[in-house]
């Protein structure tokens, strides 16, 4: 089974209050009607929307999250999921008997989505919005030799390029 893993600030939408980008909820309905599971992942330290909060905002478009992992540690502390270390998609690989090298990951940050993807060998997305552009203009260096697979515009670029590697 495929499956694809969203950071959620800078590619879903932004924070304070959340806010989904325009055209996600129409990019995450032509996930699910390829039926691919749609997971979301994000660091503690980043303001966390509830879960239903943000399925609430997708209900009207008949859009699907299928679930959501978060860290709960500080970046600080030693465990093994603050992104990018690979612990929550370890977890949802585990929860839903997943091949994460058949899987994607698109984020906005190259120093902690892309090289979470990077260390499960899954395919590397990288949008510009939220920090994206910062994040290859400016942050390259963060994230040394890892290289995103596409780099897409929106979420929406992104979910069209996936559809096109079935």
Same mark, same amino acid.
């Given at each position: 089974?495929?499956?694809?893993?969203?950071?959620?600030?800078?590619?879903?939408?932004?924070?304070?209050?959340? %806010?989904?980008?325009?055209?996600?909820?129409?990019?995450?309905?032509?996930?699910?009607?390829?039926?691919?599971? +749609? !997971?979301? !992942?994000?660091?503690?330290?980043?303001?966390?929307?509830?879960?239903?909060?943000?399925?609430?905002? *997708?209900?009207?478009?008949?859009?699907?999250?299928?679930? !959501?992992?978060?860290?709960?540690? *500080?970046?600080?502390?030693?465990?093994?999921?603050?992104?990018?270390?690979?612990?929550?998609?370890?977890?949802?690989?585990?929860?839903?008997?997943?091949?994460?090298?058949?899987?994607? +990951?698109?984020?906005?940050?190259?120093?902690?989505?892309?090289?979470?993807?990077?260390?499960?060998?899954?395919?590397?997305?990288?949008?510009?919005?939220?920090?994206?552009?910062?994040?290859? %203009?400016?942050?390259?260096?963060?994230?040394?030799?890892?290289?995103?697979?596409?780099?897409?515009?929106?979420?929406?670029?992104?979910?069209?390029?996936?559809?096109?590697?079935?």
């Amino acid at each position: 089974m495929k499956a694809v893993f969203m950071d959620l600030f800078g590619t879903l939408g932004e924070a304070n209050p959340f %806010r989904l980008y325009h055209g996600v909820p129409r990019a995450l309905k032509k996930l699910n009607e390829a039926n691919m599971k +749609v !997971f979301l !992942f994000s660091n503690h330290e980043q303001f966390i929307p509830s879960f239903g909060e943000i399925t609430g905002q *997708l209900e009207n478009y008949n859009a699907r999250l299928d679930d !959501f992992y978060h860290c709960s540690h *500080l970046p600080n502390e030693d465990c093994h999921c603050h992104k990018p270390k690979p612990g929550l998609l370890h977890q949802a690989a585990k929860d839903y008997r997943l091949d994460l090298k058949k899987c994607f +990951v698109i984020g906005d940050t190259g120093n902690a989505d892309m090289l979470a993807a990077h260390a499960v060998r899954a395919k590397k997305i990288l949008v510009l919005t939220g920090n994206g552009k910062r994040s290859i %203009r400016h942050f390259r260096y963060t994230w040394g030799e890892v290289k995103p697979d596409f780099v897409a515009r929106d979420l929406n670029e992104a979910v069209n390029w996936i559809l096109l590697q079935r």
